[in-house]
């Protein structure tokens, strides 16, 4: 199957019953989406899947085919963190840190739909994620400190050269 991960077109083979999230860490190596709950209770594994946010733990990798998906991996660039990141950087918006990129994750695909949320649409949009660590609301200012700052920069496009399987293959 194809789809394309962090900008980069991917080709992957997929066994039908693999879910996205462990396709993305299994083969892709893209280990930010976290395994917390695996039944979609959490939000440690969200990914974004064509801009929305997506349990990937949830979702079929077989489904991801021809889309576009963005992990944590993707947001930073060679210029540095992207802001959603350095927010929740500069707020402490985290302590053990595992639940951080699936909370990153939500706040990156809200601001994407909606680049100047009230509290009362980030409280929405981040309520299918859990932190064990109760930072909710370290959380909650880090994704007020992104609000308008979300990056601009162009991203790598659907037209670069296909790469092969870069993973394991499918069992
Ligand atoms: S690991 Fe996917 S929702 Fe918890
Ligand atoms: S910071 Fe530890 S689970 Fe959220």
């Known amino acids: 199957m194809r789809l394309t991960v962090n900008g980069r077109a991917r080709r992957v ?4 019953h693999w879910t996205l999230l462990r396709l993305l ?5 893209l280990t930010g989406a976290k395994v917390g709950c695996d039944r979609g209770e959490c939000g440690a594994c969200t990914v974004a899947v064509d801009g929305q946010p997506v349990y990937a733990c949830q979702m079929l990798a077989m489904q991801a085919r021809g889309k576009e998906v963005v992990t944590v991996e993707g947001l930073a660039s060679e210029e540095g963190l992207h802001p959603v990141q350095r927010a929740f950087l500069e707020e402490d918006a985290g302590q053990c840190g595992y639940c951080t990129p699936g909370f990153v994750m939500a ?11 009230t509290e009362g649409e980030i409280r929405e949009a981040l309520a299918g994620n859990l932190c064990r660590c109760n930072a909710y609301g370290r959380i909650l200012e880090g994704v007020k400190a992104a609000t308008g700052k979300m990056d601009s920069r162009p991203r790598p496009s659907r037209g670069q050269a296909l790469r092969g399987n870069d993973g394991e293959g499918c069992g």
């Open 13 to 16: 083979d997929a066994a039908h």
């Open 25 to 29: 860490r299994d083969v892709l190596a």
């Open 107 to 117: 706040a990156y695909a809200l601001l994407l739909r909606n680049p100047s949320p």
